[in-house]
């Protein structure tokens, strides 16, 4: 780019986090969705922000959410998987989840998905189109999977309806670049052999992502065994549904042999630790997966078994989950939450780092702050001292969604007095 070219944007001043992890006291010009310029110079700019003592890295990509349940975060606290699911999760869901649920939910999780700077979500759960119109509406980018089970859902009858939704939301959001769709099969224990094939060639159809709970607990792992004389993986395999666009969540009681399977086919694992850990599930194997070469990314899970969005609480817990603190560096953990979750979904062309000709989806982490000073190695304190309120600003796609905190796509007072609105009603 020349000197005399204009940008939209320009972040001035910031300390950038480039695409090899080195950082640059340097300037970032956005111009329409893009960014057009990282360098010394000062291109003409429609509106500039000011980066002084701030980092700009690229956005968060939480990778696994259940956005439209966050009207039930703290609801039900302190238990294992089966008994939350089986005893207090499916029977709210039947009695509350409707499209309305879904929409004030969503609403509240991109808030705080915002407001902490994750500017991608990969989400599983009902009313999809639901959630499109959420993301449209405000900015966010989002890869959305229309929750695939065998029994009746709060939006479909059956499988069958739900994977013939999928499609119709595939071809619909075809050429949109923030609404992405995946395929979401919800786990082996959820879904018949012949969902999950339905999955897999409506997967290849389309070329969605398979977006599947995998290997969660030790009861899915040896229930699999027993059943089907195969671990979840394997059996998965046996189906041939994994390949580059399998992203298996949660992942925590992995074999040797299925971590093999998984590198053979380029599986991807999504990392889920702070809802492994509250429902005592287990801590995943990351050092293995990372010795192995699998693509990694982190996600949140719902926020009703963790009980926040935040990837900078996902992070520290990553890579503080190994006994060796050699083994799991703030670098690498960063990577899973930025360029490594985008590679997972297949998206890392156009999001995941800053490099000119990338979408600018784009967070200032402000370092005028008692808990991140002194400052010595900026990744350092983004992943060990950081916090969700120290997100400055964001930007999508190259739309400022959030300038120093104050939200410019979403109605914070209107979206907080709704949810405060439905949780009067369950009580
Ligand atoms: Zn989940």
Request: proline share 3%; charged share 25%.
């Amino acid at each position: 780019m020349k000197y005399s070219d204009s940008v939209d944007i320009l972040i001035k001043n910031g300390i950038v986090l480039l695409a090899d992890f080195s950082f640059k006291n340097i300037n970032v010009g956005i111009k329409g969705r893009e960014i057009s310029y990282i360098g010394n110079e000062e291109p003409q700019a429609q509106a500039i922000i000011d980066a002084s003592n701030m980092m700009a890295m690229p956005g968060f990509i939480n990778s696994h959410t259940h956005a439209g349940m966050h009207l039930f975060r703290g609801i039900a606290d302190d238990l294992k998987l089966k008994e939350w699911l089986e005893e207090h999760i499916w029977p709210l869901e039947s009695k509350w989840v409707s499209r309305d649920f879904v929409k004030a939910s969503t609403e509240l999780a991109v808030l705080e998905m915002i407001k902490s700077g994750i500017t991608t979500f990969s989400d599983m759960y009902f009313f999809e189109d639901e959630v499109a119109k959420v993301v449209e509406n405000t900015g966010i980018r989002a890869i959305l999977g229309e929750g695939i089970i065998d029994f009746p859902t709060p939006s479909f009858a059956n499988a069958l309806d739900t994977v013939s939704f999928v499609k119709e939301l595939a071809y619909e959001y075809r050429e949109n670049e923030r609404v992405n769709v995946s395929v979401a099969p919800h786990s082996i224990y959820t879904c018949s052999r012949d969902t999950l094939k339905k999955a897999k060639e409506v997967s290849d159809e389309y070329n969605l992502s398979i977006h599947i709970h995998v290997s969660e607990t030790l009861d899915e792992l040896l229930n699999a065994k027993r059943d089907k004389g195969k671990t979840p993986v394997e059996y998965l395999d046996s189906l041939e549904l994994i390949n580059s666009r399998f992203v298996a969540v949660h992942f925590v009681h992995a074999e040797k042999n299925d971590i093999n399977i998984m590198k053979q086919r380029s599986g991807n694992v999504i990392l889920n630790i702070q809802s492994n850990k509250k429902l005592g599930s287990g801590i995943p194997h990351v050092k293995e997966y990372m010795n192995a070469g699998l693509t990694i990314g982190i996600g949140t899970d719902s926020v009703v078994s963790n009980n926040d969005l935040d990837m900078f609480g996902e992070m520290q817990d990553i890579a503080m989950s190994d006994l060796d603190p050699q083994a799991i560096r703030a670098k690498d953990v960063l990577a899973f939450a930025t360029i490594k979750g985008a590679e997972a979904w297949g998206m890392d062309g156009l999001i995941g780092s800053i490099e000119v000709g990338k979408r600018a989806d784009i967070i200032l982490i402000d370092f005028k702050r008692p808990h991140l000073q002194p400052l010595y190695n900026p990744i350092s304190s983004v992943v060990y001292a950081a916090h969700p309120e120290d997100v400055d600003s964001v930007i999508v796609d190259g739309k400022i969604l959030m300038k120093h905190r104050e939200m410019l796509t979403m109605d914070e007072e209107e979206i907080l007095h709704n949810a405060r609105a439905y949780a009067e009603r369950i009580k």
